[in-house]
């Protein structure tokens, strides 16, 4: 388990085992989170367990650090960072597909009437690719996937079946990447990902802004291991179940 820790620029590292919870170590490594708005942003593992991605919201710029990282010791390093530009939008979202070689982000407009204030400012989807050890390189291969001005683009899902979700706000559906492993190259069309905006119905209810922020693990067959989520509801305890199946994937180092 990751946490950011608020008014400095330390990561804390928690090993879950059976026994409990302890504190394995912390790292300063990341950008100073001095401000609410900077501590609003999501931190996602990749789901073999090899990268990690923070989101630093503007104002007044927008970043996400991406970083390697070792589960077995909790190690992170390699630093790199991609500058999204000045917010608003307003960085919100991510997700890193599941083989790890894209990050998809989120900004939102902040639209809050119809017609917006100001409808230069958009709501996005990006997808990035992270075959690249060099944040310039990275930050170049930014992609559009999709944009409006009319409604506000939230949290960003990865699900058990692969695909990743983002939240919408007012709106009777998700949207869904229907194939997130598709890097997208210069004149590549956004089909190729089977995106739709309206991809998955909630049966009438109204999506907000934000979806579960557990890690989704998906192992190999003789490596599963991970943390289940359940009981997620506002008010009610949230159940969490450690399973332990994959010999000497992992190790209890306390």
């Not at 409006?148 to 949290?155: I, K, L, R, V």
């Not at 949230?238 to 199946?245: E, K, P, S």
Request: charged share 20%; glycine share 10%; hydrophobic share 30%.
């Amino acid at each position: 388990v990751s946490q950011s820790r608020y008014g400095g620029s330390t990561y804390r590292m928690y090993r879950v085992t059976k026994n409990g919870v302890s504190i394995s170590k912390s790292i300063s490594i990341g950008a100073k989170i001095d401000s609410v708005g900077k501590a609003q942003g999501y931190l996602k593992f990749s789901q073999d367990g090899t990268k990690m991605a923070y989101v630093v919201p503007g104002p007044d710029r927008n970043y996400v650090e991406i970083y390697d990282f070792a589960d077995s010791t909790g190690e992170i390093s390699n630093k790199k960072v991609i500058d999204l530009g000045k917010a608003p939008p307003t960085l919100y979202g991510a997700e890193l597909s599941p083989d790890g070689n894209s990050l998809y982000t989120s900004l939102t407009a902040g639209v809050t009437t119809l017609p917006p204030a100001d409808p230069s400012i958009k709501s996005q989807l990006l997808q990035f690719d992270l075959t690249s050890k060099d944040s310039a390189t990275i930050s170049l291969s930014r992609k559009l996937i999709d944009s409006t001005a009319t409604q506000n683009f939230g949290a960003l899902k990865i699900g058990p079946d692969g695909k990743i979700y983002m939240a919408v706000q007012g709106s009777t559906h998700l949207a869904v990447i229907g194939q997130p492993n598709i890097i997208l190259q210069t004149g590549s069309k956004v089909d190729t990902l089977e995106y739709n905006r309206r991809g998955f119905d909630l049966a009438g209810k109204l999506s907000q802004l934000g979806l579960p922020n557990n890690t989704t693990v998906n192992p190999d067959q003789d490596q599963q291991s991970g943390i289940s989520v359940g009981d997620t509801c506002l008010g009610s305890p949230t159940q969490f179940q450690a399973n332990h199946l994959c010999g000497e994937k992992l190790k209890n180092t306390k």
